[in-house]
Nanobody, 125 residues
Framework: QVQLVESGGGLVQAGGSLTLSCATS????????MGWFRQAPGKEREFVAF????????YYADSVKGRFTISRDNAKNTVYLQMNSLKPEDTAVYYC??????????????????WGQGTQVTVSS
């Protein structure tokens, strides 16, 4: 079992930046593929970014590509999401997720076994 705790959310003006962190405990962090997802009110949870176990492979949703950067520090058991040039449509609860399996899929929520409680990001116009 692994616990995930997100932090770093808040209120920011459009064009601003935030960095989210997701601290983990339990099994070896480096054995998990990690993802960030978000869910806006009335919408389904959607994929934002993915990072492989070593950090050498990353993928992004088209809506955040070029603005967001996912990274991880396996020594600190933490994954990050650097968010720049934020837009009001980025407003959502952001969740980190962990997948311990050997797999290629990374977009679907069902791929991930463990989830954090979420952190609210609000971007004002």
């Amino acid at each position: 079992q692994v616990q995930l705790v997100e932090s770093g959310g808040g209120l920011v003006q459009a064009g601003g930046s935030l960095t989210l962190s997701c601290a983990t405990s339990g099994r070896t962090f480096s054995s998990y593929r990690m993802g960030w997802f978000r869910q806006a009110p009335g919408k389904e949870r959607e994929f934002v970014a993915f990072i492989s176990r070593s950090g050498g492979i990353t993928y992004y949703a088209d809506s955040v590509k070029g603005r967001f950067t996912i990274s991880r520090d396996n020594a600190k058991n933490t994954v990050y999401l650097q968010m720049n040039s934020l837009k009001p449509e980025d407003t959502a609860v952001y969740y980190c997720a962990a997948d311990p399996k050997l797999a290629s899929s990374y977009i679907r929520t069902s791929q991930y076994d463990y989830w954090g409680q979420g952190t609210q990001v609000t971007v004002s116009s």
